[in-house]
Structure formats: C-alpha cells, structure tokens
C-alpha cells in the first residue's frame, strides 16, 4: 500500500509541477528535487519521465473503466469523463499530447484502449481471432487519433461532443 502511495504522490506532484514549467524542460532530477524524494525513490516506482506521465493517465482512467459497462452508453460515458479529467489537467494533458519520446502518451493511450476493449470483449464471449483483433486495432486507432487531435486542437468541443464521435 505504501508503495501505490507513493507512486500517487509522485503523480499528482509531477501534474502540479507541470503546471509551473514546460514539461519538455522536466528533468527526473526536477522532479525528485520539487518532489523531496531521493532518485533511488523515484526509480523503484518508475523507469524514467515517461513511465510516470503514462501512470497520471493510468490514475485518471483506471477508476472510469473500473465504472464502466460493456454497453456502447457505458463506452460513452466513460469518453466523458475521460475528456472531463482532459480537460480539467488541461495544460497538462496538452502538454503530454505533444511530447514526443519512445514511451509517448499516444502509443500507451492506444495500447490502453485496445486492452480495455479487448478484455469486454472477451468477457461478452468474443473470439479474439486475428480477424477481430485486426477490427479491434483499427477502431481504437480511430478513437485515439481523434482523442489526441481534440487535445491537440485546445478541446474546444464539448465532453459530450467528443463521446459522440467514437
């Protein structure tokens, strides 16, 4: 328990320290410094920036696809409260968008989905053959790419808007 305390600390403190400087300009010996942390903390709970940009998301999401039903209205309210959290950590999340490293938001958010949507799949009974994983990968690149040019482009439309797209 100790540990995912920590990990959330470092998460939320990492989402405040964005909001006072570029997250290009971050260095892991900011964030230990603004955190109070010693580097061998930081590195028990992650591999470098990156793997901790992805834990912020897996933070915010994991609660709404725990929430979620396996119906297209629980798909959509899920994306609802997605682009609420989006846009309430809007400077952050504008920021990650943009960030292009080997471990970007772009690629985790993809692999996030299709492991969301692969596993509601299975537990309605689908067969995952090759065929439908292909479908599968081709939907979530669509829900993605959409989700990361609404934050790209200021999230001008609405939460609502967004869901209805996807």
Known sequence: MVKNITKNY???????????????????KDIISYC?????????HFRDKADLMNYVFVLASHPLVE????SIDGLRKGTIL??????????????LVRYKTQNNFAQYFLKSCEEILQNKLIRR??????YTKHILHTYCLGICNYFVEWILHDMIETPEQVADVH
């Open 10 to 28: 470092l998460a939320q403190q990492f989402v405040s320290l964005c909001n006072t400087a570029p997250l290009k300009d971050i260095t892991v």
């Open 36 to 44: 109070d942390i010693s580097k061998q903390t930081f590195y028990n």
């Open 67 to 70: 929430d979620m039903d396996d």
């Open 82 to 95: 997605m682009a609420k959290v989006c846009l309430a950590n809007k400077r952050f999340y504008s920021q």
């Open 125 to 130: 009974g689908c067969n995952m053959d090759n």
